[in-house]
Structure formats: C-alpha cells, structure tokens
C-alpha cells in the first residue's frame, strides 16, 4: 500500500524557516516526479514546487520562486521543501503528491495529473 507522510509542519514567525518532508513507503518513486501543494483556509488547492525524477529538474510557483527549494533524496524515498522567509500569506496546509506518469520531463502544476497524496501538514506564519 502506498504511503506518503508529511512532516516538519509548524507555527513560525515571519521571516523564520521551516523544512517540510514527504516520506514514501509502498513503493520506490525514484521514476517519478514529485510535488508539493498547498492549501489556505476557504482556497483551492494551489501548485508550489515540481521536481522531475530528474533531481536537477525543479520548478516553483512565482509567489515562492526563490524562497522556497524542493529537493528529494532517492535513496531515502523522501522528499523535502525547505521555506525561508516565510510570509503570512504561505499559512496552509501542505501536500506532498506523486505524478501519475513515469519519466515525464515536463513540468506539472495541475493536481489532477498526481496520483498519491499525503495527508498535509500545518503550516502558521505568523505576522
């Protein structure tokens, strides 16, 4: 069965860090491209960060875009977000997801092309 568990959640202040982490279990996704999502109260779920199964292939939503880094360690199956700087508005609840198609260079911000979810962690940033 397939699994994957957010972590490293938290309430911080503005302008503080956190490192979120996705661990895999179930299966390897080392093919597989990865993503991190999230979600504010009363909002549709909105795209972060994309990493290919090509670690040095990532993408970033523009309101994270140099604030943000997503990398994954293979060997571990785990994914990670680290957030600097973070800002009130980057208050949600985040997902970690698995693309459906394996080896895809693209780079996919729609939640309907990801296959797996995790079941979100906290994050509070306060002002």
């Known amino acids: 069965q397939v699994q994957l568990v957010e972590s490293g959640g938290g309430l911080v202040q503005s302008g503080d860090s956190l490192r979120l982490s996705c661990a895999a279990s179930?299966?390897?996704?080392?093919?597989?491209?990865m993503a991190w999502f999230r979600q504010a109260p009363g909002k549709e779920r909105e795209f972060v960060a994309t990493?290919?199964?090509?670690?040095?292939?990532?993408y970033y939503a523009e309101s994270v875009k140099g604030r943000f880094t997503i990398s994954r360690d293979n060997a571990k199956n785990t994914m990670y977000l680290q957030m600097n700087s973070l800002k009130p508005e980057d208050t949600a609840v985040y997902y970690c997801a698995v693309d459906r198609q394996r080896y895809s260079g693209s780079f996919r911000v729609s939640a309907a092309d990801y296959e797996y979810w995790g079941q979100g962690t906290q994050v509070t940033v306060s002002s």
């Open positions: 179930g299966r390897t996704f080392s093919s597989f491209g």
């Open positions: 990493i290919r199964w090509i670690s040095s292939n990532t």
